[in-house]
C-alpha cells in the first residue's frame, strides 16, 4: 500500500497544488490516464463545493487529501472542518436534456463525482467532513 497526503488551504490556489499533486503520483505509481482523468474531475468538484459553499470562500481553512494506492484501488479521502454536509444526498438534475437555462442549478458535479469514481463515501467524524473517493485500476 502507498499513501501521500496533501494539506491544502481552501483557496482556488489550493486546487491547481492539488491538481499537480495528483498528476505527480498518478505518474509515480503507474495509474493510467484514463484513471487520472477520472479522479482529477470528482476531486476538482469536491474540493471547489468544499471551498465555495462550506467554507464560503474564506481562504484560511484547512482540506487534507490522503492518496492512497492499494492493489487494484486508487483511493482519495478529503476531510474539511466545514459545517456538516453530505453532498451524495443532494438530488440529482431531472433532466439533462433541458436547456441550460431551464434546469434547475445545482447537482450536476456531484452527478459527474458519481458517474467518474466507483465507490463514494461520506461520513462525519471527529468535527470533520470525510469524503472518500475510490476508482477501480484494471
Known sequence: MKNQIINIKSRVSGIEIMNQKLAKICEEWKISKDVAFSMNLALEEIVTNIIEHGY????????????????????????DG??????????????????????????????????????????????????TLQKNIE
Do not use: C, M, W
Not at 466545514?82 to 433541458?98: G, H, L
Open 56 to 79: 464560503k470562500g474564506v481562504e484560511d481553512y484547512d482540506i487534507i487529501i490522503r492518496f492512497t494506492l492499494e492493489k487494484d484501488k486508487l483511493r482519495i479521502q478529503i476531510k
Open 82 to 131: 466545514s459545517p456538516e454536509f453530505n453532498p451524495f444526498d443532494v438530488e440529482e438534475p431531472k433532466d439533462f436534456n433541458a436547456p441550460v437555462e431551464e434546469r434547475e442549478i445545482g447537482g450536476i458535479g456531484i452527478h459527474l463525482v458519481k458517474k467518474f469514481t466507483d465507490n463514494f463515501t461520506y461520513r462525519r467524524g471527529n468535527n470533520k467532513n470525510i469524503i
